[in-house]
């Protein structure tokens, strides 16, 4: 199956600094979600996203939807050690098995204290 | 909240064992999925179920089957394990309708199997 384009595959900040990842996709999404999955866990919903061009925050968090309908980005501001994990994107398109998510690889986040 | 339980999540089984992996979520949601993931291969699809005793196959369903008796629960079933089959499984579910809410798909905290 189809995969997105997430990077950065992975990212080693300092504590307080902005993380900033994204999502590419060479087909139009009417839907992209970010989870975040901490170590030994299922991933977690953090942020939805259902309009071209919305921009949603989550407390640290803010993502967008691209105009393009083919991409989006998750910001994450001042890092601390709790964000430490891995971020994916997902998109849904409509229309057929529109329940089915297709699924980044992954940006894994290390944030040394 | 939203609760999807797996019910074990640690589990060793030799190769050639059949092994049952149960999901239950309490929304009441029609969709529900299973997940394998890998490192670096992320999320991949095996099945999923719209409905009671309904299931499509998604990306990599060789060697697996489901099953759904009860809207509630999803259960995944390797007829034979194989040490390829070793891996983190994830079940989920969602609302089938369209829009916001069936858009949002909700995780277990996934099962580490280990075939030996």
């Known amino acids: 199956g189809q995969q997105l384009n997430q990077s950065p595959q992975s990212m080693f900040i300092q504590e307080g600094e902005d993380v900033s990842m994204n999502c590419t996709s060479s087909?139009?999404?009417?839907?992209w979600l970010w989870y975040k999955q901490d170590p030994g866990e299922g991933p977690v919903l953090l942020i939805a996203?259902?309009?071209?061009?919305e921009l949603t925050s989550n407390g640290r968090l803010t993502a967008q939807f691209g105009i393009t309908r083919k991409d989006s980005f998750l910001n994450i501001s001042a890092s601390i050690p709790s964000d430490v994990g891995i971020y994916f994107c997902?998109?849904?398109?409509?229309?057929?098995?529109?329940?089915?998510?297709?699924f980044g690889k992954g940006t894994l986040l290390t944030v040394n204290p | 909240d939203v609760k999807v339980t797996q019910s074990s999540r640690y589990l060793v089984k030799r190769t050639g064992e059949k092994v049952f992996l149960e999901c239950v979520q309490d929304?009441?949601?029609?969709?529900m999925f299973w997940y394998r993931q890998d490192p670096g291969l992320g999320l991949r699809l095996i099945y999923f179920?719209?409905?009671?005793?309904?299931?499509e196959k998604g990306d990599i369903p060789e060697g697996y089957s489901v099953s759904r008796e009860k809207k509630e629960r999803f259960s995944l079933i390797l007829e034979s394990a194989s040490t390829n089959q070793t891996s983190m499984y994830l079940c989920?579910?969602?609302?089938?309708?369209?829009?916001?809410?069936?858009?949002?798909?909700?995780f277990g905290e996934g099962s580490w199997l280990t075939v030996v």
């Open positions: 179920s719209y409905d009671v005793k309904m299931k």
């Open positions: 087909s139009i999404f009417n839907t």
């Open positions: 996203l259902y309009k071209a061009g």
């Open positions: 989920a579910s969602s609302f089938l309708l369209t829009g916001r809410a069936g858009n949002t798909i909700y």
């Open positions: 997902a998109g849904q398109r409509s229309g057929g098995s529109n329940y089915k998510l297709t």
């Open positions: 929304m009441d949601h029609e969709n």
